[in-house]
């Protein structure tokens, strides 16, 4: 897509201007993201889309620096001024996958397991994650989280969907929501149950 688009004359600046334009993100998920971040809680996104989109996105609503991780396609700009988009897995520095629940391009499930073994093992034990996806690549990653943990699927969405389908095979307390105000709601309660918990 990036080729046809560089074919068609327009340049990264226009890719990035377009972003600005369709990828709004609601007020209660600007608000949630730094109320989570100012209480202590590392965030980390975990995403099929790539690095470019993602940053220019979490740019325009200053929330870049709310993040400590990203883990998605990398991208560069190639000296024509092309963006190239690049697998997670399969590029240089990460081997491909095996996971049939996943895209070739990204097993979220893997980066999972990557997060978790980064951190002492006194801290894998006390923490806790709280993973928020929709689409279908985010049960994977659901089916490694403990009963310590909270998964929140978007209601009618692919994860939704499949958490539903297979009650048994999760073992992360469910809390599902429907839009960008009971997300806020929903995350601020885990947040602040957990704070008080780990206290």
């Not at 109320?35 to 996104?45: T, V």
């Not at 092309?82 to 996958?97: E, M, N, Q, V």
């Not at 093992?121 to 279908?136: C, E, N, S, W």
């Amino acid at each position: 897509m990036m080729t046809e688009l560089h074919s068609q004359g327009r340049s990264i600046q226009d890719i990035e201007a377009c972003l600005k334009r369709i990828m709004p993100i609601d007020s209660h998920i600007v608000e949630a993201i730094k109320s989570a971040k100012s209480l202590g809680c590392d965030l980390k996104i975990v995403s099929d889309a790539n690095q470019f989109f993602i940053e220019k996105i979490l740019e325009q609503h200053d929330l870049l620096d709310c993040f400590s991780d990203i883990y998605t396609n990398p991208t560069s700009v190639d000296e024509h001024g092309k963006l190239r988009i690049l697998p997670y897995h399969g590029a240089a520095s990460t081997p491909p996958h095996t996971c049939n629940l996943c895209p070739p391009n990204l097993c979220k499930g893997l980066v999972m397991d990557h997060i978790r073994a980064s951190s002492s093992p006194d801290d894998q034990i006390l923490t806790r994650f709280i993973y928020l996806g929709d689409g279908g690549g985010d049960f994977c990653p659901t089916l490694k989280l403990r009963e310590c943990d909270c998964v929140m699927p978007r209601m009618n969405y692919p994860l939704w969907k499949r958490i539903s389908d297979n009650p048994s095979l999760i073992k992360a307390d469910v809390k599902e929501w429907s839009n960008a105000e009971e997300l806020r709601r929903i995350l601020m309660q885990l947040v602040s149950t957990m704070t008080k918990e780990d206290s």
